[in-house]
């Protein structure tokens, strides 16, 4: 099958060719997937985007006037795709619904570890040769209650991380996962988890009704010097409103590996260009904020696994008329 892939980088087109092997033809673009570059998929039976690529109504159209019949996604993310749009003009959309959730999971911790006892700023003082403590003191997890929003297979995994450093575990979601039940976590509804926990950690999906679900009202309820942990989607908060609670005190340390408005920042070098975000900017003055690019699933696991189950998927529609993972 012809695959035009876009917004790739040279670890892409390694894990993806050794997957696709002689199978199928891919074609790589570092291009983003946009109504301005649509036409580059001319020929494909398939294209293949990432998190931030538009797969909107307008490119939708246009993938279909050319042909494309597969709109192989590289993520487990789907919030970048007009479902309906697709479905009305024909074309499957194919995702990789789970390829490591450990990479997230592990990381989601890591942030945590690293804000709590101030890595980053240890870090960079150390190089400067300064070895004062001075506001570096952290506190220990074992006792604390940490909150997890959304326990699929990226926040269950949280949520048994943290038990073994002997957090008490409080989580809310619309259908509570048998495991972690087993496992002793507490389900209850958001307006309850807010006010209790130390640290809030979001793992549910980007919907309409997740938008903005940390925002001027839910950040009323906080506990006052808690940390909020952001590893699923930028959306899922209102950064203006978190930047006012960072103020405030009311948010202590904030860990982020992903933004709202990303898209127009993240998996590029933009350091010699002026940051024209004045929100992100600002982010970047809190030293008890640590921001990362959408990094959290980036492993040499999930990357094998990102790679192997979208070529799965392209064989399977190429075989059956069906992928493997579709998204209905
Ligand atoms: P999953 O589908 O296994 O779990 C999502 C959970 O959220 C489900 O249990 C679902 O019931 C729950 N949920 C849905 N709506 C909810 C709501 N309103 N309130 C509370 N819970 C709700 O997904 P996953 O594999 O665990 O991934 C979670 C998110 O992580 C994804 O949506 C994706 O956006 C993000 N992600 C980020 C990265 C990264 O590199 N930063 C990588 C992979 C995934």
Redesign the pocket.
């Known amino acids: 099958m012809d695959v035009t892939i876009f917004s790739t980088k040279p670890f892409d087109r390694r894990f993806l060719s050794a997957a696709a092997g002689t199978r199928h033809r891919l074609t790589f673009l570092e291009a983003h997937l946009t109504a301005d570059t649509v036409p580059l998929a001319r020929g494909a039976g398939a294209i293949c985007p990432f998190v931030n690529d538009q797969v909107d109504e307008k490119v939708l159209t246009e993938l279909a006037a050319l042909g494309v019949r597969l709109v192989a996604l590289r993520?487990?993310?789907f919030?970048n795709v007009d479902l309906a749009a697709a479905k009305r003009l024909g074309i499957t959309i194919a995702r990789v619904?789970?390829?490591s959730?450990e990479?997230?999971s592990e990381?989601t911790v890591a942030l945590i570890l690293a804000l709590d006892r101030n890595l980053h700023r240890a870090y960079a003082r150390v190089r400067e040769g300064n070895f004062s403590l001075d506001g570096l003191m952290g506190f220990n997890l074992a006792g604390r209650t940490v909150g997890i929003?959304?326990?699929?297979?990226?926040?269950?995994g949280v949520a048994r991380i943290m038990k073994s450093f002997g957090c008490r575990i409080v989580a809310?979601?619309?259908?509570p996962?048998p495991a972690c039940v087993a496992d002793g976590v507490t389900y209850m509804s958001?307006a309850e988890l807010l006010p209790i926990s130390d640290i809030v950690s979001l793992?549910?999906?980007?919907?309409p009704?997740?938008r903005h679900?940390i925002d001027k009202a839910t950040i009323a309820t906080l506990k006052h010097g808690m940390m909020l942990i952001n590893?699923?989607?930028g959306g899922l908060i209102e950064t203006t409103d978190v930047i006012e609670a960072l103020k405030a005190g009311t948010i202590a340390q904030l860990g982020l590996?992903?933004y709202e408005e990303e898209g127009d920042l993240f998996f590029e070098d933009l350091s010699d260009q002026v940051i024209r975000d004045d929100v992100f900017s600002r982010l970047l003055t809190f030293p008890n904020v640590l921001i990362t690019g959408?990094?959290?699933?980036?492993t040499v696991e999930a990357l094998t696994a990102i790679a192997e189950t979208t070529m799965a998927n392209l064989t399977a529609f190429e075989t059956t008329g069906h992928a493997l993972h579709e998204v209905t």
């Open positions: 993520s487990a993310g919030n619904p789970a390829y959730p990479a997230v990381y929003v959304g326990t699929g297979r990226i926040g269950a809310h979601d619309l259908t996962n958001l793992h549910c999906p980007l919907l009704s997740t679900m590893t699923s989607r590996d992903v959408h990094q959290a699933f980036f």
